[in-house]
C-alpha cells in the first residue's frame, strides 16, 4: 500500500502500488526520489520519468469505491 499525507486537506490517501507498475516495480530508493510538481498537484519520479496527478489518485479511489459498493450492494440483494 502507498500512503500519501495531502496536510492541506488534513487526510492520508492510501493507494495499492498494483496500480503503478511503474512505482511497484522500482526500487525503494527510486520510490523516495520524487518531488512536488504543479504546486503541489502532482508527484513527480525523476528516476523513474513518472508523474501521478494527486486528482487522479483521487479519481481512482472514487472509482475503486463505487464498484466495492456495487458488489455488495449486489450481494445483499441477491442474498434477501
Same mark, same amino acid.
Given at each position: 500500500? /502507498?500512503?500519501i499525507?495531502? /496536510?492541506?486537506s488534513r487526510c492520508e490517501l492510501a493507494v495499492p502500488l498494483e496500480w503503478f507498475p511503474t512505482l511497484r516495480d522500482a526500487t525503494d530508493t527510486?520510490?523516495?526520489? /520524487?518531488?512536488?510538481?504543479?504546486?503541489g498537484e502532482g508527484i513527480h519520479w525523476e528516476d523513474l520519468d513518472e508523474d501521478i496527478l494527486v486528482e487522479s489518485l483521487i479519481r481512482l479511489l472514487i472509482n475503486e469505491h463505487k464498484e466495492l459498493l456495487k458488489r455488495k450492494w449486489d450481494e445483499y440483494i441477491n442474498n434477501k
Open positions: 500500500m /502507498w500512503t499525507a495531502l /496536510w492541506y527510486q520510490r523516495g526520489n /520524487w518531488r512536488l510538481i504543479g504546486g
